[in-house]
T-cell receptor
Framework: QQQVKQSPQSLIVQKGGISIINCAYE??????FPWYQQFPGKGPALLIA?????SEKKEGRFTISFNKSAKQFSLHIMDSQPGDSATYFC?????????????FGTGTLLAVQP | GAGVSQTPSNKVTEKGKYVELRCDPI?????LYWYRQSLGQGPEFLIY????????DSGLPNDRFFAVRPEGSVSTLKIQRTERGDSAVYLC????????????FGNGTRLTVT
């Protein structure tokens, strides 16, 4: 049972465009939703995270939108740059458990064309 | 400052052999996690330590897998009687505590079982 579903599997965006990656979850006990960025040969790096008490969080060019009723959250990358080309993973963890005991999505390979 | 260090970066072993994978967390981080990432997938939780004790080992796939953290710093993931299906990147991560502080990943050990 896949508890966090991520789409699309891959994405091509022109430089300066907006990249949008979506995730849906099933377990209403989840209360921490981070996004990770991973470059080839490297470990994932935390990009931005949100908790369900807010609907949006912005850090620089990266924004998380969160829809609790729909059990969905998304990552928006504004003014996408070639250096943003990487694999992005959404994740979730449960209240009452270890915050960093994460369930990851399957990843989105983003390519930003110059 | 130094990040999470994992050694070796690559390990090739024959089916049936025993392997040990080492993780040096960020100094002062009390929580340490092991994840496994198969090709084209998101990381999967294996086990986490708070200090010296394994707080949650529910992700270990079977009793061939074992991990220790005897002094609350360095951790070793041990795999007995390796199988080809164990081939993956094994990621270690640490966080300052288990209270929601960010998770920092190492670059992983790529294990190949032939």
């Amino acid at each position: 049972q896949q508890q966090v579903k991520q789409s699309p599997q891959s994405l091509i965006v022109q430089k300066g465009g907006i990249s949008i990656i979506n995730c849906a979850y099933e377990n209403t006990a989840f209360d921490y939703f981070p996004w990770y960025q991973q470059f080839p040969g490297k470990g994932p790096a935390l990009l931005i995270a949100i908790r369900p008490d807010v609907s949006e969080k912005k850090e620089g060019r990266f924004t998380i939108s969160f829809n609790k009723s729909a059990k969905q959250f998304s990552l928006h990358i504004m003014d996408s740059q070639p250096g943003d080309s990487a694999t992005y993973f959404c994740a979730a963890s449960k209240d009452g458990g270890a915050t960093n005991k994460l369930i990851f999505g399957t990843g989105t390979l983003l390519a930003v064309q110059p | 400052g130094a990040g999470v260090s994992q050694t070796p970066s690559n390990k090739v072993t024959e089916k049936g052999k025993y392997v040990e994978l080492r993780c040096d967390p960020i100094s002062g981080h009390t929580a340490l996690y092991w994840y496994r990432q198969s090709l084209g997938q998101g990381p999967e939780f294996l086990i986490y330590f708070q200090g010296t004790g394994a707080a949650d080992d529910s992700g270990l796939p079977n009793d061939r897998f074992f991990a220790v953290r005897p002094e609350g710093s360095v951790s070793t993931l041990k795999i007995q009687r390796t199988e080809r299906g164990d081939s993956a990147v094994y990621l270690c991560a640490s966080s300052l505590n288990e209270g929601g502080s960010p998770l920092h990943f190492g670059n992983g050990t790529r294990l190949t079982v032939t």
